[in-house]
């Protein structure tokens, strides 16, 4: 089968013709119909996840079961299903053996996970063998392409919104319109919650409007104009950014970081009122469990949020990653391997 390989630290993508991988007992072979390049494919490429290789990026994968492995009882041939980042747990660490009742978020948190892209193979290729305790079943009607990208960036704004706790009445902020961003503007006006678009690209404002913001400021000063926000859901990876919409927080208001930067930390400014003295708050979020994945998928089978995306051959991998890692994509990028281009 045709796959995306990374082949070491920091070189460009590749596309080779590898085995495809058995339905080993526990595990499903899927065949991909869609799946979705996530700024973390990058930090992968660069090292980030440890010396990895060669292995095939790509944790927004949904697809077909064509086999089920020995042992597997609760997917059948021909489901619908899409996996995460993290498919299955050791069951054995400390952290396992606190038995938390989240699947999604238990295993994220293991010391050795089974991880999507990063110590098992991804889903830029034909195939995939998941874990069959890692995957969800798709809604019936969802597009894969309009699924994929709900397995990371789908996922993650949810859990940064549901982690935020927001209040009736109260006002989300989107620090940055891109991959998550633009789903996380969704999101946030689909529970009905007043929203604000927080862009530098002027070109991005119409689009912000269109997909759900109520106003679109440049920055935190701006926000601050204009009466301020009670939660920053910070989708970027940009801190900067981030660190200066704090500037329109207001009181008791929440900083959730759902961005990964590992070139930088995010800081607090000691300017203006001390963040303390505010009552604020920053919140570290990430893929908060398989019910929260179930609710996002949901929306979108409902139309309440839908991915802009472009498409890519498994033979366009170069071009997609060059898009992908200069921040060009708009704004998320989906490789459709049973297309045949
Ligand atoms: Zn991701
Ligand atoms: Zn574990």
Redesign the pocket.
Known sequence: MKAVVMTGANRPWEVREVPVPKAEPGTVLVKVHASGMCYTDVWATQGYGGDIYPQTPGHEVVGEIVEVGPGVHTRKVGDRIGTTWVQS?????????QNRPLTGQ??M?????STTGFASQGGHAEYIAIAAEGTVLLPDGLAYTDAAPMMCAGYTTWSGLRDAEPQPREKIAVVGIGGLGHVALQLSKACGFETVAITHSADKRDLAVQLGADQVVANGKELRDIGGADVLLVTTNDFGSAEEAIAGLRVDGRVVLCGLNFNRPFSISSEGVPFHMMRQRVIGSTHGGQHYLSEVLDLAARGKVKPIVETFSLDQATEAYDRLSSGKMRFRGVFTPSQGH
């Open positions: 747990a050791c069951g054995r660490c400390p952290y396992c053996r238990t295993a948190n293991c010391d050795s996970p």
